[in-house]
């Protein structure tokens, strides 16, 4: 006769050997997004206004454990998406370069800071530095960054949803990237569940993002 295949647990001392096909045990799959731009736009298109209405009224919304909340909803969408089945941030829009971007990368690539803005560079109205075309001139075929290790603090903070004081960056960052980022949609999408579907105040606990 065969014998059974069992583990021990540990419970308060005693030792129990349980049969594994008697156990149940709770499988955690998380439901890949294949392909985020499709499911950015797409969402895009059917609750952008919606969305962008919910994340200016957030500004004046009271909600206890917000910060907490976006958080624990960043760390679920990149479980999600992969940033290299994307680059949609590459792809359509310029980080903004700090001086010490330019000297930085610029010397990385052997070029002096005025030779690297002439050739890749411009000046916006708000006098930031910015890429004078899309996709990024460092944007590999394979998504991949060219220059991923002195890349500018923009591309490297981005989407800016890993960071604390989520209403800080509402108006100028998170309005806009439900349009270019699916990490960024898909936060939104559902904290936008949470907060006005299932109409919750107090958002303290993880159990909410579930």
């Not at 206004?49 to 624990?72: C, P």
């Not at 999600?80 to 330019?102: E, F, G, Q, W």
């Not at 960052?173 to 898909?186: A, K, L, S, V, W």
């Amino acid at each position: 006769m065969e014998k059974k295949k069992s583990i021990t647990i540990k419970s308060k001392g005693v030792s129990i050997n349980t049969p594994v096909k008697d156990l149940k045990i709770k499988k955690i799959i998380v439901e890949r997004i294949a392909d985020p731009i499709g499911y950015m736009k797409k969402n895009f298109r059917k609750s952008g206004k919606t969305y962008t209405t919910f994340l200016k009224g957030l500004l004046n919304r009271k909600l206890r454990g917000l910060d907490s909340v976006a958080l624990t909803l960043n760390k679920k969408a990149f479980e999600k998406i992969d940033c290299l089945s994307c680059a949609n941030c590459c792809k359509t829009m310029s980080p903004t370069y700090k001086k010490a971007d330019v000297r930085r990368i610029s010397k990385h690539l052997g070029m002096t800071f005025q030779q690297y803005y002439d050739k890749y560079l411009y000046k916006d109205e708000s006098g930031d530095y910015m890429n004078k075309s899309v996709p990024c001139q460092f944007l590999r075929p394979d998504n991949m960054c060219s220059i991923y290790e002195v890349r500018p603090r923009d591309c490297s903070g981005f989407p800016h949803t890993q960071n604390r004081d989520f209403k800080l960056y509402i108006s100028g960052t998170h309005i806009q990237n439900i349009e270019y980022c699916p990490i960024t949609m898909n936060i939104v999408e559902k904290m936008h569940d949470i907060v006005i579907q299932k109409k919750i105040r107090n958002l303290n606990g993880k159990k909410h993002c579930d």
